[in-house]
Every structure is written in structure tokens, then in C-alpha cells.
């Protein structure tokens, strides 16, 4: 890992961890709050690619199990989440073989929605799956057969949907402004992705 690299990963971590703690977030109805901690990773994955965004949500993890209030519990949930955007920004990537270099409005339009609908396809049955298995019933000390009854008792619409809605609202959030943000930084300095 270059020099350079290392850098960017260690800014723009240290910009996750600080919004982490920040009072930048969107509480919801289903326990989520809408926040910008995963921006910095997506802007990462566009500056310098799958691998560097991988080694920075690793980083992040460590990171956010010491300064965040859900402790690793959170920060096992965040690093799974943002690595199914990720995946999904990678994906679309391969797909689509949009490059950052070479803009095209009309293929990035493509590459966005791509990114976000892989993304999100990705990312909420991975959710479900970790918030039935793993992190309910460990947050709230039940065992997993009461998991889907005590959470539709509360919000009366369906488990996966309590998950999916903001997990889906989030990952656009993470797609749009990770995106939308790189793109100014790519134009003015275009030799960042050499």
C-alpha cells in the first residue's frame, strides 16, 4: 500500500469516526438513525478502490467499537452493512464498466442506480439475516424465536421491513453523497486515481 493510500484511508477514517460521534444523525421509528458515517468509505472505494475500502471498513471497525455507543455490537452491523454498498458499488462497477476517469453523465446515471439497487439487494437480506441471528437477540437479551414477534408487536409492519426501510433509506444516503462528493474531487485533482 502506497504511501498515498495510506493517508486518504487514515483522513478519511478519522472523518467517519467524527461523524460517528457527532450530532449529524436522523433518528427513525425502527431504532435506526440515518447517519453519514459510511460516506467516507464510499468515497474510498471511489478514489481508490474495492480493496482500500475493504481495509478501511476493517479499520472503521476497530474504530467505532471504541467510540461508538453500540460498541462492537454497532460496529459489526456497520461493517457488514457498508461492505454489501461496497460489493454492490462493485459490482455495478464491473457491470456497467463505468470508469471515474472518463465521465459520462448517461452511464454514471446507470452506474448510481446500478450501484444503489445491487447495493441495497445485497445489503438487506444481510441485515435481516444478522438482526434475526445476531444482533436482537444479543441487544436485547431474547433468544431468536421471539425476535420477529417482539419487533412486529411494536412497530405492526412486517420484521423485514422494520430492517429493510431504513437500511434502504441509509444505503442511499451512503451511495448518493459518497458519490456525489467524489466527483468534485476527481475533477480537480484527476491524478488522486493514478
Known amino acids: 500500500m502506497k504511501a498515498r493510500e495510506i ?8 472523518l467517519s469516526l467524527v461523524l460517528e460521534v457527532s450530532p449529524l444523525k436522523v433518528p427513525t421509528q425502527w431504532g435506526m438513525s440515518i447517519d453519514l458515517v459510511a460516506v467516507p468509505m464510499v468515497i474510498i472505494y471511489v478514489i481508490m478502490g474495492f480493496w482500500s475500502s475493504v481495509t478501511a471498513l476493517i479499520l472503521l471497525f476497530v474504530g467505532l467499537s471504541l467510540v461508538s455507543s453500540a460498541s462492537w455490537l454497532g460496529a459489526s452491523m ?33 452506474f448510481v442506480v446500478l450501484a444503489y439497487s445491487m447495493g441495497i439487494a445485497i445489503r438487506i437480506p444481510v441485515m435481516v439475516i444478522m438482526n434475526y441471528y445476531y444482533a436482537i437477540p444479543l441487544w436485547l437479551g431474547i ?27 441509509q444505503s442511499a444516503v451512503d451511495v448518493l453523497v459518497g458519490v456525489l462528493v467524489s466527483l468534485p474531487v476527481i475533477r480537480a485533482l484527476p491524478h488522486i486515481l493514478e
Open 78 to 110: 456497520k461493517f457488514f452493512a457498508t461492505l454489501s454498498l461496497v460489493l454492490g458499488l462493485e459490482l455495478a462497477k464491473r457491470i456497467t464498466k463505468f470508469d471515474f476517469k472518463n465521465f459520462n453523465e448517461k452511464k454514471f446515471v446507470i
Open 143 to 169: 433468544p431468536k424465536e421471539q425476535v420477529i414477534p417482539t419487533i412486529e408487536e411494536w412497530f405492526h409492519i412486517p420484521f423485514w421491513l422494520v430492517i429493510g426501510i431504513p437500511n434502504a433509506i
Open 7 to 14: 493517508a486518504l484511508i487514515g483522513l478519511l477514517l478519522s
